[in-house]
């Protein structure tokens, strides 16, 4: 069975962010693979109860190791990489500044690649980025965004410090990968969801003020369940012949954002404002400018690149996915919507 | 035309490219980091045209007037004097150095030199503590103040700063003398000391760790602090840091025919008399006067919204405008030595009496030690012994 990927049970595969909301995931399925020579970082302040759980409920889990450190230590980065064959590198900063951003985002995978490429075996490394990287200003609505979409030229003025931890962290790759002949993968997940998260997506809309506006309209969602997503991430780091790939992750059916949100007022009650795309257009191109007129009194979070991205509406596509990695979903959206919705308690009422 | 240049790429440094963008007459001409990528990150954003990761070279190739340096405290003093030998007038974020020595051996040298100096205390610069120091020279207090209050509180909820400190001991806010405490408590201190004499007779100091912090980890810090004060003169303070009382940020100056009280999360500065009223007139007038107060502070902070001057980092702009005024005019420096230095020697104490020198100098040199026991290292067994009185000279 093994033959059929890059790596064998044998080598030594390290998975960074391993106690995320996905990254446990892609242990379980690592583990699920026969793969449990496995290493897996984790911050000193991070809470291992998901983890630990999982690792119990698996016969071969007791042989994981936990490696508790910091990406920004070269050290704890070399201890890490010590004889990896593969890095499924889930990492990532949520700082909301650019400079926290970049300097967990970019900084941390550099040290990472650095000690990979020094004290690992390399047969690849496989960066997980965000459909944050994708700018749509220059797309139709309603248009499909693939991995040929452009990337965000200003995250600065898109006020999106994730996006710009996310763009120069995928630019260092690619560079490590020409540079150094470093094997990789980029995989971008879409919206991902699933019990373990409560948040709702930007891309439904915001809760400010106490009150959930809509902006998502009718826009298809770029759903993708976490069970779903961490498969794909496996397979980007297992399958041959895919080297400097870059891979969009969404699964096959999607919702709109109006049907996710009506599912999700029906299990919890919340109130929600409708707000049209083109009133939300408007807003945050008034925004913007009074932003700028205001030499920024007010910061410009809302702004046409984020009004773009996020509310315009596109399609999204699976296609190079289910076709390169010969990835399917292996959870339906019907069970998946139950999986979420599952973590709330009915409403009261 | 100043040339600046930054010295430390984290995120300070956003806020004070922000800041200097926004004042006339300077040009930001190159950032440093030890990290060039860091450097290179903050150039790109704001089109900053030279980056290095060395800090002789940047000064020899660049000539900055001005020297922000934003870096870790640990590093401050040893940067700071190669700015200064260099013959650039320096800006020391907060915490101005690790100790009171240190800071006095920087501005003596740059007196020596002719350069000047400023702290990061910025929050001594916002609207409200402008039109706080207006009034207490207008003579409102009445005098020389009786009390002062200062509170400073700090939210554990935003994990994104406290995680990496809680769970790293080796991370440098862990490494420096008083901890999470000495990152932080200098904006509250700087208040206080700027309406104390220079001999301060009585410091009596209490900390202990709240019960949130001890489900985070990392047992062997503290994130309640308590200090009262009293100077030569018998004015007394209190400072109050805690990260349990949430959204609290104000200074109250209580003098003999009035007070003030400048909160900095509301914007607010509410004056009140010191007198009576007949009878049940008590219970009317004062309230009436207080909902006016804070009436009036609701329409300044409209004026000043729609005047574009309600920016939130205004007080780190303003002194920074300042600084560079008193460096092109020879005017003052916008926060006295005095302060600085004194807020330095309050701080060594302070940390003198809730760390023993034995474990102030582990923090030093070594910090991954956790106790196994659950006790806390950094101070004196039970609550009795972690409240210390001392006087100083």
Known sequence: MTLKYIVSPADRILVTGSSGFIGVKVVEILLEYGFANLGCFIRPSSRLDRLKERLEQCPSGKNVELIKGDLLSRDDCRKAAEGV???????AGMEKSFAGAFMNSALATRNLMDAFLEYGQPKRFVNVSSFAVYSTLNLKRGAILDETCPLEEAPQERCD????????????????GERDEMPYVIVRPGVVFGPGKRDLSGRVGIDTFGIFMHLGGSNHLPLTFVDNCAEAIVLAGLTPGINAETFNVVDD?????????????????????????????????????????????????????????????????NRKLRELLRWQPRISMDKAMEAFLGQFEAKSR | ?????????????????????????????????????????????????????????????????????????????????????????????????????????????????GLKMTAGHNYQFTLEMLEMRRLAKAGFLG??????????????GDISYVGPVLGNPAHWVRRLPGQLFHNIISHGLAKLVEFLDDELTEIIVTAHQSSQLRLLGAKEVLDELRVLIRDKSDTTALFCFSTQVKNLNQLRIYGPSGSITADIIAGTVVRKENRAYKSYLTYFLPPLKDAREYLRNASVNVINFVRQRLHQDFGMKELIQRFYQSIQGETPVPVPYREIILTARLMDQIFAQIYTDNEAQECHNEVNRVHSDGRLPVARGGITDRTRRSASS
């Open chain 2, 1 to 113: 035309m100043l040339r600046i240049a930054i010295i430390g790429c984290g995120k300070v440094a956003d806020q004070h490219v922000g800041a200097i963008h926004r004042i006339p007459s300077c040009r930001i001409v190159s950032v440093c980091d030890r990290e060039l990528l860091m450097a290179k990150q903050l150039c790109e954003r704001f089109h900053i045209s030279e980056c290095f990761s060395d800090v002789q070279e940047m000064l020899q190739s660049t000539h900055p007037q001005v020297v922000h340096i934003t870096t870790p405290p640990q590093s401050h003093f040893q940067l700071a004097k190669q700015c200064l030998e260099f013959g650039s007038h320096v800006y020391l974020e907060k915490p101005f150095t690790v100790t009171a020595e240190e800071a006095e051996e920087l501005i003596e040298f740059a007196e020596r030199r």
């Open chain 1, 161 to 176: 410090a994730y996006g710009f931890g996310k763009l120069k962290q995928e630019e260092l790759v690619k560079q490590y």
């Open chain 1, 253 to 317: 059916e999607s919702l709109t954002s109006r049907q996710f949100l009506r599912a999700y007022r029906k299990k919890t009650g919340r109130f929600s404002i409708s707000i049209p795309y083109p009133v939300t257009c408007a807003l945050c191109l008034l925004w913007d400018k009074y932003a700028k007129w205001s030499n920024y009194q007010l910061p410009a979070v809302f702004n046409r690149r984020r009004c773009s991205a996020e509310w315009k509406g596109n399609r999204y596509s």
């Open chain 1, 85 to 91: 064959s593969l890095v499924l590198h889930l990492a």
């Open chain 2, 143 to 156: 005098g020389k103040p009786v009390h002062l209050e200062s509170y400073w509180s700090y939210d554990l």
